[in-house]
């Protein structure tokens, strides 16, 4: 025989409704707070959906990387590196099967339209690409891989004398600065790559450099266009065009 219940009241199916509406909300709230980052400003949380917008808007508006710190001030709630990097991790991971990708660099964060996609925005500006010589591009080997150097240190090592035109163009692209001296008879210039130069590579950090014996095999070709001998990111934004010869 069933188990007999009495019927519930009004009041009792009224609080019975508020009780799982409750429950149900605290499961939404729990789903949500997935994808959001809490901040303990305010004890309230971040709507990361409207700010990863800001965060893109800010970077494909950018002609240039934007580092970490900066990025921060979009925010109207404190937010650590942390969690700031996470936010732009996610906003990657949202780009992924698109042809435009955000990336890191040695200054900072910046969207690049991907590899694959350059033999189609040639149509647009068919410009042939700067060409170095092989003289430029041993040059600056030398000093990526053994700074800070002098100028003497490079004759050295190439067995060979360096212009002055050869370290003037690396110079005015951007990639090469003076450092410092070296404490020695004329107090040689010590040169040493910039972090310009880490960015037109898309790279973050000297270590993610290719080896030197990449470097050689490149170099052995008798003519090598940049970005084959070292590789320079498609940006979103017009490249610099130069022509650098010995």
Known sequence: MSEQTEPLTPSEI?????????????????????????????????????????????????????PVAELKKLSDVSLDTKQMETLLEELAQDWQERGVELTRVATGWRFRAKPEMQQFLDRLNPQKPPRYSRAVLETLAIIAYHQPVTRGDIEEIRGVAVSSQILKTLETRGWIEVVGTRDAPGKPELFATTKQLLDDLNLRALQELPSLQEIGNLLEQDSIEPQTALPQPVVLKPPVTETATE
């Not at 149900?24 to 917008?53: S, V, W």
């Open 14 to 66: 009224v609080s019975s409704a508020k009780s799982a509406e409750g429950k149900l909300g605290e499961l939404g709230a729990e789903h949500e707070g997935a994808n959001d980052i809490r901040i303990d400003l305010f004890d309230g949380k971040m709507d990361t959906r409207h700010f990863k917008r800001v965060l893109e808007t800010a970077l494909l508006t950018s002609a240039e990387p934007l």
